[in-house]
C-alpha cells in the first residue's frame, strides 16, 4: 500500500507572491501522483498529475509540480497566487501495478492555502 | 461529463442504526472509492472496488461495509452507527489509475 504526508497543514501566502506546497510519498512499487483542490464549499477536481516521462508537470491555473524519486516527493508551485486560488490541496498517490492493493488510491491529509490581500 | 451522483447530501440517523450509502456513476468506470472526509485528517479511503462484486479494505475499514453488484452502483453501510462514524462521506470513481478520479457531492452523515 501507498501512504502519503503532507508537510503543511496551513500555508499563508501574499497575493502575488510565490507559494510551494510539499507532498512526500511512501511506496514499494512504481507510483502515479495526484495533486486535487478543493475549493470553498466544491467538490475535488484534479489539479495536475504525474504517470512517467518528464518530470515536471504542468497543470490549470498556472500550478505545476515536479516529481522527485530519489526524494519522494512531488512538491506542488505556483510563481504568482491569486486570491482565487485560496483553497484546500490535496496530494494523493496510486500504485501502477494490476494488483488490487496497487489500485488504491491514497490522499493526503490536506493543506489549506490562504491567500492574503 | 462524468456524473457521480450520492443518494443524499444530507442524512440523521440514531446510534446504532443501519445506515445505507448509495453512489452511481453513469461513465462505465471500473475504480470506484469511499471516502470519509474530516477536518484536519484529509480523505480517508474505508472501502474501494475494482470490478463487481470485488472489494478492498482502505485504511480505515472497521464498521463499514461495501457492496458492488453493479458496475455503476457502489454502496457503503454502517451496521451499526456510532457517533464517531458522524462525517462527509465522499464517493469517486476513475476509469483506471492513470485517469482521474471523480468525485459526488457529498454526504454529510450525523450520528446521534
Known amino acids: 500500500a501507498q501512504s502519503v504526508t503532507q508537510l503543511d497543514s496551513q500555508v499563508p501566502v501574499f497575493e502575488e507572491a510565490p507559494v510551494e506546497l510539499r507532498c512526500n510519498y511512501s511506496?514499494?512499487?512504481?507510483?502515479?501522483l495526484f495533486w486535487y483542490v478543493q475549493y470553498p464549499n466544491q467538490g475535488l477536481q484534479l489539479l495536475l498529475k504525474?504517470?512517467?516521462?518528464?518530470?515536471l508537470v504542468k497543470g490549470i491555473n498556472g500550478f505545476e509540480a515536479e516529481f522527485n524519486k530519489s526524494q519522494t516527493s512531488f512538491h506542488l508551485r505556483k510563481p504568482s497566487v491569486h486570491i482565487s486560488d485560496t483553497a484546500e490541496y490535496f496530494c494523493?498517490?496510486?500504485?501502477?501495478?494490476?494488483?488490487?492493493?496497487?489500485?488504491?488510491?491514497?490522499f493526503g491529509s490536506g493543506t489549506q492555502l490562504t491567500v492574503l490581500p | 461529463d462524468v456524473k457521480v451522483t450520492q443518494s443524499s447530501r444530507y442524512l440523521v440517523k440514531r446510534t446504532g442504526e443501519k445506515v445505507f450509502l448509495e453512489c452511481v456513476q453513469d461513465?462505465?468506470?471500473?475504480?470506484m472509492f469511499w471516502y470519509r472526509q474530516d477536518p484536519g485528517l484529509g480523505l480517508r479511503l474505508i472501502y474501494f472496488?475494482?470490478?463487481?462484486?470485488?472489494?478492498e479494505k482502505g485504511d480505515i475499514p472497521e464498521g463499514y461495509s461495501v457492496s458492488r453488484e453493479k458496475k455503476e452502483r457502489f454502496s457503503l453501510i454502517l451496521e451499526s452507527a456510532s457517533t464517531n462514524q458522524t462525517s462527509m462521506y465522499l464517493c469517486?470513481?476513475?476509469?483506471?489509475?492513470?485517469?482521474?478520479?471523480?468525485f459526488g457531492q457529498g454526504t454529510r452523515l450525523t450520528v446521534v
Open positions: 469517486a470513481s476513475s476509469f483506471d489509475q492513470r485517469h482521474s478520479a471523480f
Open positions: 511506496s514499494s512499487v512504481s507510483v502515479y
Open positions: 504525474y504517470l512517467s516521462g518528464s518530470t
Open positions: 494523493a498517490v496510486s500504485g501502477s501495478g494490476t494488483s488490487g492493493s496497487a489500485r488504491q488510491l491514497t
Open positions: 461513465m462505465d468506470h471500473e475504480n
Open positions: 472496488s475494482y470490478d463487481v462484486k470485488m472489494k
